[in-house]
């Protein structure tokens, strides 16, 4: 069943003879104290204390007004009570600086249910389209008025009659010369929305040479585009060009960016200017979206990830977690110390890949557990969804080992080929998962064994902490020892490296060193049964549920 069962067998005989003719002269010594080992810290004290939801006396002392105004405005709108107060304070700084009291507020409270950015880009888009005043009124009922025939807003008032809007919107675009014959936009019967959308339409054309089918998707995917000022958008593509170096295709196949805030970008580039070592600018362009995350949310997201000893070089490993909402990424974090199989993955550098595909990797682990397959890795955790369902389909409860060395090699503080090299000197030792390994060895510290003697005898660490314990009490009864034909008085004269050795010979000479010892009794026969176990995947993966088939709701279709 396994190769070299012989030479094991032999090796383990002679280490066996060597160790009895040197038991007579060794002592039990305590060595030199350890290096710390390596570890997961505990989950940092992070308070989120429970938000309150929005009350009148809250809005009065902050905002102003009084406590009754702002009852009345509640009761009138109780969807104001969700709005959190940090984006309620960025939509009221948003509104002050365009210079509206808390008494125009208070006759539109709705107005700060909408985002800062949302509210400066909408009376942007107004400022530009010719508005003389935009009252609260009119910012608030903003895609009413974007809506109407430019006709029918000069008929009220809103713009001026002597506007030509179309020459006025076509001339914010300042580094490019429109393609475009204004004379066909100049009918006033068209509404804003068309008339903006199609002298954007014009200058992404011309700017970042877009044809039908991108702007098609611009309009179809990111139809919110429309709703930002000409100004912006142009100082925003030039930012990302000449900045950030993004060639026009590269922009055309993540338009979304067109949406990303100049302002913003730019502080992220002067408050967070590397992530461990790496500049901002390479990190940006690799993974575009990280872009449209807020500064303060990147930020705090780096604050979280350094609370819990996780080094940015993990974050460079999974750039994706820094487009998560930073509550979101804490939460996450927390959930590692609560899942055994995620908590001792902790000091992988790949780590936040766990972050990231956390709902995935939580639902993976679900249905490997149904199936009793004990050997899931970070890689099969969070990988796409075609290698998992090949994974659970070869029926193979197995991993490369790379998780394991990992993990000792940080406990041990030794070099990873090296204990490759070791570990692969076992037939099995795949067939372990990771989660036993940590189990054991902290067993064997719990021993007094340090980690230089459980490094030298590391194949134990494959071994069910059950035979393990069996053995060291085997060892200290007179008739094995006597069995064994050790020379020495007692079990204590026997020093830690020996005890280790001699559990490691007594598990597997009762499998005639072919390495079977590692199984245990519900796991002697599982790799062959696998495939019994294992419910049919469709031919093509559910979209609702991309992971494979839960194998719980597999069996409520069979009963169906």
């Known amino acids: 069943m396994l190769r070299n069962g012989q030479n094991q067998a032999q090796l383990l005989a002679r280490s ?41 006396n809250y809005l009065a002392k902050t905002l102003g007004s009084n406590y009754r105004a702002w009852t009345a405005a509640l009761e009138k709108h109780p969807e104001l009570k969700t709005v959190k107060r940090k984006d309620l304070l960025n939509s009221y700084d948003t509104l002050k600086s365009l210079e509206y009291s808390v008494d125009d507020i208070i006759a539109k409270p709705m107005i700060i249910y909408y985002g800062a950015t949302t509210l400066a880009n909408r009376h942007s888009v107004l400022q530009e389209c010719g508005f003389h005043n935009v009252t609260i009124q009119t910012l608030a009922k903003y895609v009413t008025v974007v809506n109407k025939p430019i006709e029918v807003l000069k008929a009220h008032s809103y713009i001026p009659f002597d506007v030509k809007v179309a020459e006025r919107l076509a001339a914010y675009f300042t580094d490019i010369s429109l393609p475009v014959d204004l004379r066909e936009l100049d009918s006033e019967s068209i509404t804003l929305k068309s008339l903006r959308q199609s002298l954007l339409n014009a200058y992404l054309r011309e700017r970042l040479q877009m044809d039908d089918s991108d702007l098609q998707k ?8 429309r709703h930002k000022s ?9 930012l990302l060009t000449q900045e950030l170096k993004f060639p026009a295709e590269r922009l055309r196949k993540n338009s979304f960016l067109l949406y990303s805030e100049a302002d913003n970008v730019r502080r992220i580039l002067r408050e967070i200017p590397t992530i461990d070592s790496q500049d901002i600018r390479e990190i940006g362009f690799r993974r575009p979206k990280i872009l449209m995350s807020t500064c303060d949310s990147l930020k705090q997201t780096l604050q979280y990830v350094h609370a819990f000893g996780i080094s940015e070089d993990a974050v460079l490993r ?6 998560l909402g930073p509550e ?32 995935k990797a939580r639902l993976r682990l679900d249905y490997l557990n149904q199936l009793r397959v004990r050997c899931a890795s970070l890689h099969i955790l969070s990988c796409g969804s075609e290698a998992f369902a090949k994974f659970a389909r070869d029926g193979s409860d197995r991993t490369k080992g790379r998780d394991i060395v990992v993990y000792l090699s940080n406990v ?9 090299n070791l570990l692969s000197r076992h037939p099995n030792w795949c067939h372990i998962p990771l989660l036993h390994v940590k189990q054991c060895l902290e067993y064997l510290r719990s021993k007094k064994f340090k980690l230089q003697e459980i490094f030298a005898n590391i194949h134990l660490l494959l071994y069910p902490i059950k035979r393990i314990e069996e053995k060291m009490l085997l060892l200290q009864s007179p008739d094995a020892q006597e069995e064994l034909q050790l020379p020495v008085a007692d079990f204590d004269s026997l020093s830690n490296n020996e005890i280790l050795t001699l559990i490691l010979y ?34 093509s993966l559910n979209k609702v549920y991309k992971y494979g088939v839960k194998p719980a709701d597999k069996l409520v279709m069979q009963h169906l």
């Open 218 to 225: 611009l309009w179809r995917v990111y139809s919110r585009i």
């Open 318 to 323: 999974c750039l994706e977690v820094l487009t």
């Open 412 to 420: 041990l503080s030794k070099d990873k080929q090296v204990l490759r």
């Open 230 to 238: 000409f100004r912006a958008v142009q100082d925003t593509v030039e």
């Open 16 to 56: 066996l003879g060597q160790l009895a003719r040197g038991m007579a002269s060794s002592k039990r010594t305590t060595g030199k104290q350890e290096k710390p080992t390596t570890k997961l810290p505990k989950a940092p004290t992070i308070e989120m204390p429970a938000e309150e939801p929005l009350n009148a």
């Open 328 to 359: 979101t990424v804490l939460e996450r974090l927390r959930d590692l110390q609560e899942i055994e199989e995620f908590q001792v993955l902790g000091t992988n550098p790949r780590v936040l890949r766990l972050v990231h595909y956390q709902n």
């Open 506 to 539: 007594l598990i597997e000479s009762e499998f005639h060193f072919t390495g079977d010892g590692i199984w245990t009794e519900q796991h002697t026969h599982h790799v062959e049964n696998f495939n019994n176990l294992l419910p049919d995947f469709p031919e």
